[in-house]
Structures are given as C-alpha cells and as structure tokens.
C-alpha cells in the first residue's frame, strides 16, 4: 500500500508564496499522471494542476500563470509552487497518484491565504 504524505502548507499573507510537496512512501511505476487538487469549505473538490507520465503539465484556469507543478521522481516526490497566493486559494490542498487500475491520494495541507 502506498501512502501519499503533503506538507507545505500554513497561513501566508495576499501576495505570498508556499511550497508544497508531496511524498510518496515507496518508489510507484507505472504512473499515468500525479496531480493536485483543492477543496474549500463548502465546495467541491477540484483539481487544480496536473502532471503526466510524460512530464506534460494542465493547470485549472485559476491558477494559470501562478502555479507550477514539477516532480523529483528519484526523491518520489511532487511539488506544487504557488505564487501570488490570494484569499480564494484557501483550502486543503490534496496530491493525488494515478496508475493503471488505481489511484492514490494523501489526506491534505492545510492552505490559509489572509491578512
């Protein structure tokens, strides 16, 4: 069984930055892709980036020119660089790992964008 850990995340004021990272607990193969999703209080979970096998990157709309998406696949590991944060990307941001026939998600990062 493969446990998917997030880190990263806390309170930043508008304007800010954060890291996040995911780590996987074991190297995986056959990946289709590696993504990030966010769900805020009330609403449903929606992906915000994406990343496939081949290293082809998909963002959501509202994160285009802010966000980046990048992988260590020698570290396991996914990134999710967020910039010019503002208090509407506040949520609890979950990593998720497709294979063939499964997927994996971690239990979140907390992110909190306010002043």
């Known amino acids: 069984q493969v446990q998917l850990v997030e880190s990263g995340g806390g309170l930043v004021q508008p304007g800010g930055s954060l890291r996040l990272s995911c780590t996987a607990s074991r190297r995986m193969f056959s990946i289709v892709s590696m993504g990030w999703y966010r769900q805020a209080p009330g609403k449903q979970r929606e992906l915000v980036a994406i990343?496939?096998?081949?290293?082809?990157?998909n963002y959501a709309d509202f994160v285009k020119g802010r966000f980046t998406i990048s992988r260590d696949n020698a570290k396991n590991t996914l990134y999710l660089q967020m910039n010019s944060l503002s208090p509407e990307d506040t949520a609890l941001y979950y990593c998720?790992?497709?294979?063939?026939?499964?997927?994996?998600w971690g239990l979140g990062t907390q992110v909190t964008v306010s002043s």
């Open positions: 998720n790992y497709r294979t063939f026939g499964t997927e994996y």
């Open positions: 990343i496939s096998s081949g290293g082809s990157t």
